[in-house]
């Protein structure tokens, strides 16, 4: 499943959910983190773990295993700063580096990687079907669990003299990151999850990894987003298509399908959506800043940005002057995307995406149609502050409207009546 790095507050916010929850990994995680400043995620195949940036775990699914109510009561009174979950195992590491592990242990799965571990300060870990994988400051890499495919005995072999900055643990193949970029695979290779991402990545620095099933995630240092393995549902095919011309950041592999996040926060998704683990989650956090993904078997978590939108996303509000009569609406109209967005006085503000120089019509309309004033708006993005801003000298506002922008990609337009 995805991995998960330490909490860090910059990247604390509020927690969504979505897909398959008749076990409560979805809505007993949004209960027990309502309120919350989340941080770190992890989704397993029928549960879910969050920690808040205090460091308090909170977990939530199917607990047949123990591992929910066991991965609770190891980290009760501890600091958490990362986890991770297996298909019915869980693990957490402390902010001064133990590792906590829970859950089904038939192959060692949990006993092995504690017992790995013991004395050493681990910085980050990720659960596999039956095997765990973790990975020490001074970047040993650990691994436990089942080995039917080589899926630990071939990845410390792989990782014997290197340094490892990244793991992600499949169903039963290993991946893993060594300090100058260079990727390790091991495992099952039935569907090129090993050979393909192997490939993929070839000559290139790759900083971060996820793996699921039966496909492989990987994004590289310039942004580029990197997949091999099954693609019966395009989990594969379908991820790598949206994040053409994207930077990547961070990718999340599931059962049957793959999240990406771009630089910009925006959420992309890909593969079986049976239970909305896709549809659900990208309409959740639609317009604002995604700061963490996780994907688990049927389900998906992420983490927004908690001061508003970021990126190339706005939140705008329109306010109208008494004399200008009622229902007064200000329409945003980009035809190059089909952009249609009605803002109405004194209405709670919406957030949508921008592009930057390419005009948006601007139609100030009383009733629905009668239109007072016309004119565009350019917006512009400083990618360094990640903030969008309006072009004025590109821009032709109505007679009348003015906008304000309020810091955080917040504006407010204002239209002062008719004269």
């Known amino acids: 499943m995805a991995v998960d790095p330490p909490v860090s507050a910059h990247a604390a916010g509020r927690l969504h ?37 205090d460091g308090r775990l909170l977990v939530s699914g199917l607990d047949d295993y123990a591992q929910v ?17 297996g298909g019915f195992h869980s693990l957490a590491v402390t902010r001064d580096g133990r590792l906590l592990a829970a859950g089904k242990d038939q192959n060692g799965q949990v006993t092995g990687a504690r017992d790995a571990a013991r004395g050493k300060k681990v910085t980050t870990v990720d659960g596999g079907a039956v095997h765990s994988l973790a ?57 090129r999850q090993v050979s393909g991402i192997l490939a993929a990545a070839d000559g290139r620095k790759v900083v971060a990894v996820s793996a ?9 240092d310039d942004g580029l987003l990197l997949a091999a393995g099954r693609d019966g549902h395009h989990q594969v095919s379908g991820i790598l298509r949206l994040a053409q011309g994207r930077r990547v950041t961070a990718v999340a592999a599931g059962h049957l399908h793959s999240l990406a996040l771009t630089r910009d926060g925006e959420l992309l998704g890909a593969g079986k959506d049976g239970d909305g683990q896709v549809s659900g989650i990208l309409e959740a956090v639609r317009h604002r800043h995604t700061e963490r993904i996780a994907a688990g078997g049927y389900h998906s978590l992420a983490v927004v940005a908690p001061d508003g939108p970021r990126g190339r996303v706005i939140r705008a509000n329109f306010h109208a002057a008494d004399d200008a009569g009622p229902d007064v609406t200000l329409w945003l109209l980009r035809r190059e995307d089909n952009l249609d967005v009605a803002l109405t006085s004194h209405q709670p503000a919406q957030d949508f995406g921008i592009r930057e120089g390419v005009p948006v019509t601007l139609e100030i309309r009383r009733g629905g149609d009668e239109v007072l004033g016309d004119g565009i708006v350019r917006f512009s993005y400083d990618e360094t502050t990640r903030t969008v801003g309006v072009d004025t000298r590109a821009s032709r506002f109505p007679s009348h409207l003015t906008c304000t922008g309020h810091g955080a990609n917040r504006f407010t337009f204002t239209f002062t009546g008719i004269s």
């Open 17 to 53: 959910a979505a897909g398959l929850g008749l076990q409560g990994q979805v809505p007993g995680i949004l209960m027990a983190a309502e309120g919350e400043r989340i941080g770190a995620i992890a989704a397993g195949d029928y549960h879910s773990l969050a920690v808040t940036d």
């Open 69 to 85: 109510t066991g991965i609770f009561a190891l980290a009760r009174g501890e600091l958490v700063g990362a986890v991770a979950a």
């Open 135 to 191: 990975v020490t400051e001074d970047g040993e890499l650990l691994a436990a669990g089942h080995d039917g495919d080589e899926q630990v005995s071939g990845i410390l072999t792989a990782a014997r003299g290197h340094r490892v900055t990244a793991v992600a643990a499949g169903d039963f193949h290993s991946l893993a990151v060594t300090e100058d970029g260079r990727i390790l695979a091991a495992g099952r290779d039935d569907d």
């Open 212 to 220: 699921a099933a039966l496909q492989s995630l990987a994004v590289t």
